[in-house]
């Protein structure tokens, strides 16, 4: 089956950096996304892979190594307002989008 | 309006009543999506469309139907309601393949269903 697995919970200060991970095991490979979702509203992107490496936007990057099926986003200057729920997406042979349940990032000042 | 509109915002519904979801975008996307999102879980793909006139069956379809009569609107309906489709449903759209396949989303909806 296909399976997609990040941390529940993480914490992290004010300031400091964080790396989410994300495994996954997909029926093929057509991309991996990124998506922030604030408590209460819709999923917002932030990343799209799809070549081995890493992509940086601002204070935000995302990894991928496709043969290990594993990324990673890297948050860096942490701000209250990063405090959100951060969902990995692998897009499979057929084109759909499959889920992680996501990792809710908790900022403490 | 601009990007993807949903509606309602909320809903409370008796159960073995029907409930259709509107979901409209202005953005000439090809593809829309619907999905469920439930606590603990990850997004779950109802139904989608690649196309104007085509419709396809995701992870979860049962109980729920879909038309795409035109590129802008993609309604999902609830033909006879059951507490377990209690649920936030996300609509979503996108215009292509690699990072022009980005999904975008709507504010969605929040079923009660009791």
């Known amino acids: 089956g296909q399976n997609i697995d990040q941390p529940t919970e993480m914490t992290a200060t004010e300031g400091a950096i964080v790396q989410i991970n994300c495994t996954y095991q997909t029926s093929g490979f057509n991309g991996l996304f990124w998506y922030q979702q604030h408590a209460g509203e819709a999923p917002t992107f932030l990343s799209y892979n799809v070549l081995d490496g890493l992509e940086e936007k601002g204070r935000f990057s995302s990894f991928l190594s496709r043969s290990k099926g594993y990324s990673y986003l890297l948050l860096k200057e942490l701000q209250m307002k990063d405090s959100a729920s951060y969902l990995c997406a692998v897009r499979d042979s057929n084109y759909q989008l499959i889920w992680g349940a996501g990792t809710k990032l908790i900022i403490k000042p | 309006i601009a990007g993807i509109t949903q509606a309602p915002t909320s809903q409370i519904l008796a159960a073995g009543r029907r409930m259709t979801l509107r979901c409209t975008q202005d953005?000439?996307?090809?593809?829309m999506y619907w999905y469920r999102q439930d606590l603990g879980l990850g997004l779950r793909l109802i139904h989608y469309?690649?196309?104007?006139?085509?419709?396809g069956k995701g992870e979860v379809p049962d109980g729920y139907s879909v038309s795409r009569a035109n590129t802008d609107d993609f309604p999902l309906t609830l033909a006879s309601a059951v507490p377990s489709q209690t649920s936030v449903y996300f609509c979503?759209?996108?215009?292509?393949?690699?990072?022009?396949?980005?999904?975008?989303f709507g504010p969605g909806t929040r079923l009660t269903v009791l």
């Open positions: 953005m000439r996307h090809n593809a």
């Open positions: 979503a759209s996108s215009a292509g393949t690699g990072e022009s396949g980005t999904q975008y």
């Open positions: 469309s690649n196309t104007a006139g085509t419709t």
